[in-house]
């Protein structure tokens, strides 16, 4: 089988095969990768800056680039630097790397596999000295943070919610990275959440009921780029710096779900089916007859990216998972209650109209609560609620 190498070039990492596409020893791009790049350059209207994975944006040679091309460093500042006058092109291997830095991407228009920034979100600064409430970054569902480097230094986060969380994380690349995360008591004892995530309500039982904590250790040799998504749209987070000398501080940005770009005027009707909208309370697939479900358990969210807001319907076709007894489901919509549906047997569509200004334009949350659940009787039992087809989002009408 022919070896592969990892090739490191400005605009992403290839993968080469046969030898080539790179040296292996020197990371030198071939002239495919250096073509595919202008080509990508050469697509955008007006200057184009060229993000490159390397810490020095020297102008690749062997090409003829676009005049006013500029070369950026994969890093904030230099993206910073040129956003407001160039359009910030990267190839698509880089987009989590991105995202997790708080950028926005959509697909570079006629050229597959790039991507182009489309703007930033809301980042804040977190610190050693004292705990942060992250205020809005956590209602995108995901969050990108920049670990300082450190021996013995650690980002400790904090989130809650009325019901369990589904947390994760993923490093630049996109690859997973394993979470400890450990469950606090909301209630007198040595495990509890800090005070300041209930001082603002005066009273430590109106703290959420599920209450977690993790702690991502920070990189020896220099800062470490992680991203957590909660599984739901807007937990109460803290976060704090610890283990380390003096007044350390961290970045912490909202990413945007990835993936897709989600509900739009372009693409008025979306069915959602990215593993990334799926958040807390989906307990894997199954057969039932002809059809696969997702299942459900008591309460399950879905999380939709729009660059709209407005009225929109919403469908979702599903099954109980016993013949009808009464049970019924709701959905609210970015904390807003629909009216509820009795279930039926087999297979149906329930709808809802979602009225103007619930629907926002960003991350919105779909949870599905029915008031009844089966005991699941295979492997792993479990609690099933629904089992859900497929759920689609249409703008309404104007």
Request: glycine share 14%.
């Amino acid at each position: 089988m022919p070896s592969r190498h990892r090739c490191v070039f400005g605009v992403g990492v290839l993968l080469s095969v046969l030898g080539a596409g790179c040296s292996p020893g020197a990371g030198v791009p071939d002239s495919r990768g250096l073509e595919e790049a202008a080509r990508a350059v050469a697509a955008v209207e007006g200057p184009a800056a060229l993000v490159l994975d390397t810490p020095d944006p020297a102008t690749p040679q062997g090409t003829a680039w676009p005049p006013g091309t500029e070369f950026v460093a994969l890093e904030a500042a230099q993206i910073e630097r040129v956003r407001d006058s160039h359009t910030v092109v990267a190839a698509e291997g880089l987009r989590t790397a991105l995202e997790l830095r708080g950028y926005w991407l959509t697909p570079l228009p006629g050229v597959t596999g790039w991507v182009q920034l489309q703007g930033r979100m809301h980042c804040a600064t977190v610190r050693t000295t004292s705990w942060s409430p992250l205020p809005g970054l956590e209602y995108s569902g995901r969050i990108g943070i920049s670990i300082p480097g450190g021996a013995g230094g650690e980002f400790v986060l904090i989130a809650g919610d009325h019901g369990p969380l589904a947390l994760s994380a993923e490093g630049p690349d996109g690859g997973e990275i394993t979470l400890a995360v450990e469950p606090l008591q909301n209630a007198p004892g040595t495990n509890m959440p800090p005070a300041d995530f209930w001082l603002e309500r005066g009273d430590p039982g109106a703290a959420p009921a599920e209450v977690v904590r993790v702690r991502l250790p920070a990189g020896v040799e220099g800062p470490r780029l992680v991203g957590i998504r909660f599984g739901r749209r807007a937990p109460q987070v803290l976060a704090r710096l610890a283990g380390y000398d003096g007044d350390v501080r961290a970045r912490v940005c909202a990413a945007p779900l990835g993936g897709d770009d989600g509900l739009r005027a372009e693409r008025p009707s979306l069915t959602i089916d990215h593993p990334a909208s799926f958040g807390a309370g989906w307990s894997g697939e199954g057969r039932v007859g002809a059809d696969t479900v997702r299942w459900t358990g008591r309460e399950a969210a879905l999380l939709v990216p729009s660059g709209v807001s407005g009225a929109v319907h919403l469908e979702l076709e599903a099954l109980p998972p016993a013949p009808a007894t009464g049970a019924a489901v709701v959905a609210v919509v970015n904390g807003v209650a629909l009216p509820a549906q009795t279930l039926d047997a087999p297979l149906r569509t329930y709808a809802w109209a979602v009225p103007a200004g619930v629907w926002l334009a960003g991350t919105n949350e779909i949870l599905l609560r029915v008031s009844e659940v089966a005991r699941n009787a295979g492997p792993g039992r479990r609690d099933v609620g629904l089992g859900v087809r497929a759920v689609r989002v249409h703008l309404a009408p104007p």
